[in-house]
């Protein structure tokens, strides 16, 4: 699953993307997780098995542990592939040390406009940590 990660990080370093704002970036992030969750334990309805063998292991109360913490974890994930994105492109910088946010926040509004700038980063490390 991590044999992605260089060139993850070479199309970082390569190609500057612009984020969405950070509410409908993370409603993305939050709304695949709920699905891809949804597909692993409708694949369990239907076949009987679990995608992930360990699954089977655990009781539902910690099956639940598991997937909020990975939805979490990719919450958190994409939120670096921001910072990262905007330090290695010196943009924005001044939003993660103390500034105002308020050109953004006035940029893209309240509605989320902007679903498709949605960075290759954040989605392709979202599959690989699923995967």
Not at 14 to 25: E, L
Not at 91 to 106: C, D, L, P, V, W
């Amino acid at each position: 699953h991590t044999t992605v990660l260089p060139f993850i990080l070479i199309e970082m370093r390569t190609s500057h993307h612009q984020y969405p704002s950070r509410s409908c970036g993370l409603t993305a992030i939050c709304t695949f997780s709920v699905g891809y969750i949804l597909w692993v334990c409708w694949v369990h309805h239907v076949t009987g098995m679990w995608v992930y063998p360990f699954l089977e292991h655990i009781g539902p109360g910690a099956r639940i542990i598991f997937f909020g913490s990975t939805t979490i974890l990719m919450n958190f994930l994409y939120l670096l592939g921001e910072v990262l994105n905007n330090y290695i492109w010196d943009t924005q910088k001044s939003e993660y040390f103390g500034g105002s946010m308020s050109h953004r926040s006035a940029a893209h509004g309240s509605v989320c406009r902007d679903w498709g700038k949605i960075s290759s980063e954040a989605l392709i490390l979202i599959i690989t940590i699923l995967i």
